[in-house]
């Protein structure tokens, strides 16, 4: 990789660490904050919902933007809107207040995901991109590991106090991207990728189309793979420290260790494994093995009889869902005949449906069984799985992805 792409990826992977660091930091102090201003788990959930719809609506619009008038400024429209939202969370003190940040942020904040993705595939060639896309996604990872902890840290002194560094900490990544980050789409440069087709599908930013065009386009299928691998992985992270506390008897203390050995193992399989692995195997084999491998690896979850048993069934299941959204999204970026802005906004809105769809599910069917998540996950990756070896048959027959059949 050209030393000039390895600094602007380094620029790009802190900025994902300030806004997924920040929301670690305050997930530990939101139902504390909720407390005190009087709201209960209903109010707090539709909080944390409202977030990832925002992000769903908003995510391709961003994108469509930053094909119109660049990845930087776009990006820094979602960076500092990120950190004035956090210093609304750190002042708020009536629950209206709270929505207000929140729906803003997830408003957005949604910019910076599509635009910084876009930049990855604007700036670096098929072979390097699953590797750029998996250092993106490890220093996601990173913000969601170590935020929690500090913010609980920083709480000590007041709950407002993480906000205000999460708003300082934008603020850095801000100063980073206007001195040091070049505008990866240069005025009049067509942002589709040049071994896609050369259809470019553009719509309004706020047309609906867009989401059909998709759909039925050649990257449709793939659209698919990226909500199917979210909830899969979702159905569970929901209910999981609720899982480990009645199952085992878990306090604060080892459902933390729990999730921390999930975001470790996450970032080093995104990070280390999915840049070679991508080279020597190709997109869709891994793909298709991170599908099964997650499949199986979440029933052993599930059969887990002792903790022991359970933190190592989720590192093994965290070392192989960590390829699917890296690889999914690399893949999107190559096989698209749109823009790469609002192929990636769509990507990310896909994503974010499954952040939705998940976690609801999951706590739902738990309700009826504790061992329910882990099979719904399961059934979601095989679904994931065999999607996958009707697309790798489909291409292998007949080359390029193709697209759904029926579109309007």
């Known amino acids: 990789m050209h030393s000039s792409n390895r600094k602007n990826i380094l620029i790009l992977s802190f900025t994902l660490v300030v806004v997924t660091l920040g929301f670690g930091l305050v997930m530990p102090i939101m139902p504390f904050y909720m407390d005190q201003l009087g709201a209960g788990g209903l109010e ?3 909080l944390v919902a409202s977030y990832a719809v925002m992000r769903l609506i908003f995510g391709p619009i961003w994108g469509s933007l930053s094909d119109r008038v660049g990845r930087k400024p776009v990006m820094l429209i979602g960076i500092f809107g990120y950190g004035v939202t956090m210093v609304g969370f750190g002042l708020a003190t009536q629950l209206w207040m709270m929505f207000v940040a929140r729906i803003l ?6 910019a910076t995901s599509p635009t910084t993705m876009a930049y990855i595939g604007d700036s670096t060639s098929e072979e390097e991109r699953g590797g750029g896309m998996g250092l993106l996604g490890a220093a996601a990872g990173m913000g969601t590991i170590f935020g929690p902890a500090l913010g609980g840290l920083l709480a000590e002194y007041t709950l407002a106090m993480p906000f205000f560094v999460a708003a300082g900490l934008s603020l850095a990544a801000m100063m980073l991207i206007i001195l040091f980050l070049p505008e990866s789409l240069p005025k009049g440069t067509p942002s589709t990728n040049a071994g896609a087709s050369t259809e470019k599908i553009e719509r309004p930013l706020l047309d609906p189309r867009a989401w059909l065009d998709a759909i039925f386009s050649p990257i449709g299928s793939l659209l698919l793979l990226a909500f199917l691998a979210t ?4 159905l569970f992270y929901g209910v999981l420290g609720l899982y480990a506390l009645n199952r085992f008897g878990s306090g604060t203390e080892q459902v933390g260790y ?3 050995v999930l975001g470790l193992v996450t970032v080093i399989g995104q990070g280390l494994i999915v840049g070679p692995f991508t080279k020597r195997y190709g997109d869709l084999p891994l793909i298709k093995a991170g599908f099964l491998l997650s499949a199986v690896s979440l029933l052993g979850v599930m059969m887990a009889g002792s903790y022991a048993l359970l933190l190592l069934a989720i590192a093994f299941f965290s070392l192989c869902s960590a390829v699917l959204i890296p690889v999914i999204t690399s893949l999107t970026s190559k096989q698209t005949a749109m823009n790469q802005g ?11 449906l499954g952040r939705i769809f998940g976690p609801l599910l999951g706590g739902l069917v738990f309700d009826f069984h504790w061992g329910l998540p882990f099979l719904g996950g399961a059934l979601v990756m095989l679904a994931g799985f065999l999607a996958s070896m009707l697309i790798h048959l489909q291409t292998e027959q007949q080359g390029p992805l193709p697209s759904f059949p029926g579109k309007p």
Request: proline content about 0%; cysteine-free; charged content about 0%.
């Open 105 to 110: 942020s997830g408003v957005l904040s949604s």
């Open 258 to 260: 729990i999730f921390t």
């Open 44 to 46: 707090l959930g539709l």
């Open 231 to 234: 909830s899969g992985m979702m």
């Open 342 to 352: 609002v192929t990636m906004g769509l990507n990310n809105s896909f994503v974010s």
